[in-house]
């Protein structure tokens, strides 16, 4: 596993790790979009497919985020996650006592624009990338350096057309003993898409 030591050096050495993910009222937030988008199904003769759901290897969802200047349609594959060592892991944060028993998941997230305006002043598509472990969601590595073999920082994109893609990597600490790491990307109240890789 040569490649998942690289990758993992890269990591900012004194990254932080966040402990609290939810949102205040998260659940309420699912609840009325799940109701809203009951109500909008019953009053539209044709809704739309619903989104989300478990996707093979290699397989490609779509959905849209709202973007500046416009709604931009992408296609989103979760290309791999490489998962590290305990020792890795406490070599990236400031609190090493915090992450014992845990690794470091780098999940590799390839965007296609494919339709909608140009964009000039970076994407939010990314915003709706999570990484889950058996279940469970992991926690998020804030200052953890995208810059990966293989990996380019969101910010760093200034000016995207139609047909172009880049991959963007999100940083997760999960336990080092999950059986499967999945990679979750969801449009704004959609249901999650969800790919599923073998740790191990």
């Not at 990591?11 to 009325?32: E, F, H, K, M």
């Not at 293989?150 to 994109?157: L, R």
């Not at 893609?165 to 990307?185: D, G, I, L, M, Q």
């Amino acid at each position: 596993m040569p490649h998942h030591q690289t990758a993992l050096r890269l990591i900012a050495p004194v990254a932080v790790l966040a402990l609290t993910l939810t949102a205040c009222g998260g659940g309420d937030d699912t609840a009325d979009a799940k109701s809203t988008g009951t109500a909008q199904a019953k009053a539209s003769p044709s809704p739309e497919p619903a989104s989300g759901g478990e996707m093979e290897a290699g397989e490609s969802a779509t959905g849209k985020v709202a973007e500046d200047p416009g709604a931009v349609t992408y296609e989103v594959l979760a290309q791999k996650v490489e998962v590290g060592t305990e020792a890795e892991a406490a070599k990236a944060v400031s609190e090493p006592d915090k992450v014992k028993g845990k690794a470091l998941a780098v999940a590799y997230v390839k965007y296609t624009h494919k339709s909608g305006p140009a964009l000039t002043e970076g994407s939010d598509v990314h915003d709706g990338t999570t990484v889950f472990a058996d279940g469970q969601r992991g926690s998020v590595l804030i200052g953890a350096s995208e810059d990966a073999a293989g990996c380019e920082d969101p910010y760093d994109v200034e000016s995207w057309k139609q047909g172009e893609s880049h991959v963007f990597c999100e940083t997760y600490v999960v336990p080092a003993n999950a059986k499967s790491v999945e990679v979750r990307w969801s449009e704004e109240d959609g249901e999650p898409y969800v790919w599923k890789f073998p740790n191990g």
